[in-house]
């Protein structure tokens, strides 16, 4: 379906200068973003930000302006996925990119099994157990959790690893428990005196329903309204798109869904700042709370900051037609 209306956005107000330093959970929302940089002795000279609900893509400049060479360890984390968690999700982000220098370093996520924090990911790995279980994950996990032996089976139930469902007149079924906690990292040198340009990209995490939105005034006054309003700075435009693109029964038409751009760690303060969203057909709108946005091309708009020390996240609401 598509919808030709006239440009819509949200008004953009001052972005909170307070926030966590790493992703974290919220109720809806899928975190993940920045490099985390570790050590001193390099600035990050620009950091180009794209951000539309398909794809995320940062361009990182970073700048050594000592006399000698410096490595860091250089980490993309991603946020701690749960079977709870993964059940309210629409999109985990995924298809992870990272370029150094325009070169592919070729690396692989490091990931643990965790529950309660404790680390079983050696046990899994020991019995042969995939640590993914997602989506066309599940079969593989489940096929290899019932192959287990009855007492190893049961020592994961113990542990509370597994919920074990063995019915009657039905197949037996374990259905994993623990968390994955995932995250890119690798040892990079920074040479003395020139740029090192890092680039990476992502399919974003996304969350949220559809045909669940502000829909009414019933539901903008109310106590989750007034706070899905401020923390997405949405204003009147917003509001009065999101009835437009219902054709007057928004709650049946329109689809919301929301995703987090963290800034994990900065080493120094952006010496130039370019974030750019995009929010995609024409008839759609986007919510975020941003600083002297601007309109630059029929579906996107930026903000631009100098010598910009972040130290939180930004939070985009996209509105769409269903269908």
């Known amino acids: 379906m598509r919808v030709t209306q006239a440009i819509l956005f949200a008004a953009f107000v001052a972005l909170a200068a307070n926030g966590p330093a790493l992703a974290q959970e919220t109720a809806d929302s899928v975190a993940a973003g920045g490099l985390v940089v570790g050590g001193q002795g390099v600035e990050l000279a620009s950091h180009e930000l794209f951000v539309s609900r398909d794809a995320i893509r940062s361009r990182y400049v970073f700048r050594n302006r000592g006399g000698s060479d410096v490595t860091l360890p250089v980490s993309f984390p991603l946020q701690d996925r749960s079977s709870l968690r993964h059940v309210r999700e629409l999109r985990w982000p995924g298809e992870v990119r990272i370029m150094v220098d325009g070169r592919d370093p070729a690396l692989q996520p490091e990931r643990r099994a965790l529950l309660r924090d ?27 959790l019932v192959a287990l032996p009855l007492e190893e089976q049961a020592r994961l139930a113990g542990l509370g690893l597994v919920e074990i469902f063995a019915p009657v007149n039905g197949p037996r079924q374990l259905t994993p428990l623990w968390t994955i906690r995932e995250h890119w990292q690798w040892l990079q040198v920074f040479p003395a005196g020139r740029d090192l340009v890092v680039e990476h990209s992502y399919a974003p995490g996304l969350a949220g329903s559809i ?47 929301m995703l987090t751009f963290t800034f994990a760690g900065a080493p120094s303060p952006i010496g130039d700042f370019r974030l750019v969203v995009d929010r995609g057909e024409a008839g759609n709108a986007v919510g975020f709370c941003g600083e002297a946005v601007q309109a630059i091309g029929p579906t996107q708009v930026e903000m631009r900051r100098t010598n910009w020390q972040p130290q939180g996240e930004i939070q985009f609401i996209f509105l769409a037609p269903e269908g």
């Open 118 to 144: 404790v680390d079983h990911t050696e046990l899994l790995t020991r019995l042969g157990v995939p640590l993914l279980y997602w989506d066309a994950a599940w079969e593989p996990a489940q096929r290899a």
């Open 211 to 257: 045909n669940v939105g502000m829909s009414s005034d019933a539901i903008r006054n109310s106590e989750y309204g007034q706070e899905q309003i401020r923390r997405f700075c949405l204003d009147d435009t917003y509001l009065a798109g999101m009835d437009r693109l219902g054709g007057g029964d928004a709650m049946h038409s329109v689809a919301e869904t």
